[in-house]
């Protein structure tokens, strides 16, 4: 009803995400340990998967990661908007609210759900706009579905952001655990999000995980978030030739590739509990200024022209992480990524140039039409 999907992700995910999971090289365990994890959980049955949110930036391509891993007829996508024909071409989807509690008791037991990955949520420039529905979706929703995986024994996986830590985090490096103060709705909701899986899994069991994720940079266009200027710069860009910056030059921010995003989450609720020292983890790929990522990409559009006007999202970036320390997570459960900037931006220029532009100009023709 009101957890509406900001963004919709649903061209660029390039196939190459790994078929079967695989624990990297920990010194912490053995080989033969190793080994006997992995084969432990491919001889598991696939999995039951309700991903909420599903038509956002994430949803879409997570449950085609997922869906060739574990079959499609097991990954079900749901939302409160209507989906796009392409959405119901691989797998089931279900319309979803995360604010009715009966309503999704009915899909994990008619369903016979197993995971529950919970994407919905407002970012952090939206949720300042409207601080009420923020609350709602962000915590009344977060708190029917982590009540609902304790009541059914679910592998829950809630997702976290950089947007977490606050003014008196210490901001590069930010480690796995400091002081969280952050100041955003989005920031508050999502450290009680961590604090409150946190509890469940010590109090109930229950199988919680949490990725504090960074700006994660897809070629879908930019849906809310602060630092939706490294997705906004690629699409105008390329069509304009121009981008006015609403952060300053030198704001450094923690990033991710699309791809490294959701190779870290498939290993992530692939990773044994044994492997697993904490039950939230930082991951992050690189950390860059917008003057660095705009140097970058003049190597591939000379002519661009940039400008620079700070916004009130200028305020947000100030308090957050400048780079990210995810050294327990590359300890623990092998986590790395394979994306840096002269890569990423490679990438974005050839997907958004194959797969948004053709499409805007065909809706110019049309429009004289």
Same mark, same amino acid.
């Given at each position: 009803?009101? $957890?509406?999907?900001?963004?919709?992700?649903?061209?660029?995910?390039?196939?190459?995400? $790994?078929?079967?999971?695989?624990?990297?090289?920990?010194?912490?365990?053995?080989?033969?340990?190793?080994?006997?994890?992995?084969?432990?959980?491919?001889?598991?049955?696939?999995?039951?998967?309700?991903?909420? &949110?599903?038509?956002?930036?994430?949803?879409?391509?997570?449950?085609?990661?997922?869906?060739?891993?574990?079959?499609?007829?097991?990954?079900?996508?749901?939302?409160?908007?209507?989906?796009?024909?392409?959405?119901?071409?691989?797998?089931?989807?279900?319309? !979803?609210?995360?604010?009715?509690?009966?309503?999704?008791?009915?899909?994990?037991?008619?369903?016979?759900?197993?995971?529950?990955?919970?994407?919905? #949520?407002?970012?952090? !420039?939206?949720?300042?706009?409207?601080?009420?529905?923020?609350?709602?979706?962000?915590?009344?929703?977060?708190? @029917?579905?982590?009540?609902? !995986?304790?009541?059914?024994?679910?592998?829950?996986?809630?997702?976290?952001?950089?947007?977490?830590?606050?003014?008196?985090?210490?901001?590069?490096?930010?480690?796995?655990?400091?002081?969280?103060?952050?100041?955003?709705?989005?920031?508050?909701?999502?450290?009680? !999000?961590?604090?409150?899986?946190?509890?469940?899994?010590?109090?109930?069991?229950?199988?919680?995980?949490?990725?504090?994720?960074?700006?994660?940079?897809? $070629?879908?266009?930019?849906? &809310?978030?602060?630092?939706?200027?490294?997705?906004?710069?690629?699409?105008?860009?390329?069509?304009?030739?121009?981008?006015?910056?609403?952060?300053?030059?030198?704001?450094?921010?923690?990033?991710?590739?699309?791809?490294?995003?959701?190779?870290?989450?498939?290993?992530?609720?692939?990773?044994? @509990?044994?492997?697993?020292?904490?039950?939230?983890?930082?991951?992050? #790929?690189?950390?860059?200024?917008?003057?660095?990522?705009?140097?970058?990409?003049?190597?591939?559009?000379?002519?661009?022209?940039?400008?620079?006007?700070?916004?009130?999202?200028?305020?947000?970036?100030? @308090?957050?992480?400048?780079?990210?320390?995810?050294?327990?997570?590359?300890?623990?459960? &092998?986590?790395?990524?394979?994306?840096?900037?002269?890569?990423?931006?490679?990438?974005?220029?050839?997907?958004?140039?194959?797969?948004?532009?053709?499409?805007?100009?065909?809706?110019?023709?049309?429009?004289?039409?």
């Amino acid at each position: 009803m009101l $957890c509406k999907s900001i963004t919709r992700f649903s061209y660029c995910f390039t196939k190459n995400i $790994c078929k079967s999971f695989h624990i990297s090289d920990n010194p912490s365990y053995s080989k033969n340990e190793r080994t006997k994890y992995v084969n432990t959980n491919n001889a598991i049955k696939s999995p039951k998967i309700l991903i909420t &949110g599903g038509l956002g930036q994430l949803g879409t391509e997570c449950a085609k990661v997922l869906r060739r891993n574990y079959g499609n007829e097991n990954v079900i996508l749901s939302d409160i908007i209507k989906p796009t024909e392409e959405s119901l071409e691989n797998g089931p989807f279900i319309f !979803a609210d995360i604010l009715d509690f009966k309503g999704l008791q009915k899909i994990v037991v008619d369903y016979r759900i197993d995971w529950l990955i919970h994407f919905s #949520a407002l970012l952090s !420039a939206v949720g300042e706009q409207n601080v009420p529905l923020a609350v709602r979706v962000n915590i009344e929703g977060m708190h @029917n579905v982590i009540e609902l !995986a304790k009541q059914y024994k679910l592998r829950i996986f809630i997702p976290s952001t950089i947007g977490a830590f606050g003014p008196d985090s210490p901001r590069n490096p930010t480690p796995n655990i400091t002081v969280q103060r952050p100041r955003t709705i989005y920031g508050v909701s999502k450290v009680h !999000a961590e604090l409150l899986g946190e509890y469940y899994h010590h109090r109930f069991g229950l199988d919680f995980r949490c990725l504090r994720f960074p700006g994660v940079i897809s $070629c879908d266009p930019p849906g &809310g978030g602060t630092t939706d200027y490294a997705v906004a710069v690629f699409h105008e860009g390329l069509l304009n030739k121009r981008y006015e910056c609403y952060l300053e030059p030198h704001t450094r921010l923690p990033m991710m590739y699309i791809e490294d995003c959701l190779s870290a989450l498939f290993q992530f609720l692939n990773t044994p @509990n044994e492997l697993l020292r904490r039950r939230v983890y930082n991951v992050t #790929a690189m950390s860059f200024t917008p003057e660095e990522l705009f140097n970058e990409i003049l190597k591939y559009i000379p002519d661009l022209k940039i400008t620079y006007k700070p916004d009130k999202r200028q305020y947000i970036a100030e @308090n957050w992480p400048q780079v990210f320390d995810d050294s327990e997570a590359r300890h623990d459960w &092998g986590w790395q990524h394979k994306y840096d900037l002269e890569r990423l931006v490679k990438s974005m220029v050839k997907d958004v140039s194959n797969n948004f532009l053709p499409k805007h100009r065909l809706k110019e023709v049309n429009s004289y039409v």
